[in-house]
């Protein structure tokens, strides 16, 4: 059985940063492409970013672009999500997917929390003046 686990949230300041980790049992996590999908009270869960197995090929929705970035490192078997200039609209419990590698796949499909198998219990950030 494949366990995911999130880790890093906590309370910051309007226009700082949070790091959050992610590892995933069962497997070295390069065997995973990994994405990060948020849910803020009251609204429904919305992708934020991820990255490819090989970790060449990330993706980050919109709202995020230019502020946070996500990285892997497989000899540490973890994924992270380093959050920078951050907003209250940031402000979620933040999850992380992974999908086993598959033989093909298109980029629309690292968007979608459909797409992936494993899901972690989420980890909550709050961001406040």
């Known amino acids: 059985q494949v366990q995911v686990g999130e880790s890093g949230g906590g309370l910051v300041q309007i226009g700082g940063s949070l790091r959050l980790s992610c590892a995933a049992s069962?497997?070295?996590?390069?065997?995973?492409?990994m994405g990060w999908f948020r849910q803020a009270p009251g609204k429904e869960r919305e992708f934020v970013a991820a990255i490819g197995w090989s970790g060449g090929n990330t993706y980050y929705a919109d709202s995020v672009k230019g502020r946070f970035s996500i990285s892997r490192d497989n000899a540490k078997d973890t994924v992270y999500l380093q959050m920078n200039s951050l907003k209250p609209e940031d402000t979620a419990v933040y999850y992380c997917a992974a999908k086993p590698r598959v033989w093909t796949s298109a980029s629309y499909q690292f968007t979608a929390g459909a797409w992936y198998d494993y899901w972690g219990q989420g980890t909550q950030v709050t961001v406040s003046s």
């Open positions: 069962g497997r070295t996590v390069s065997s995973y492409a």
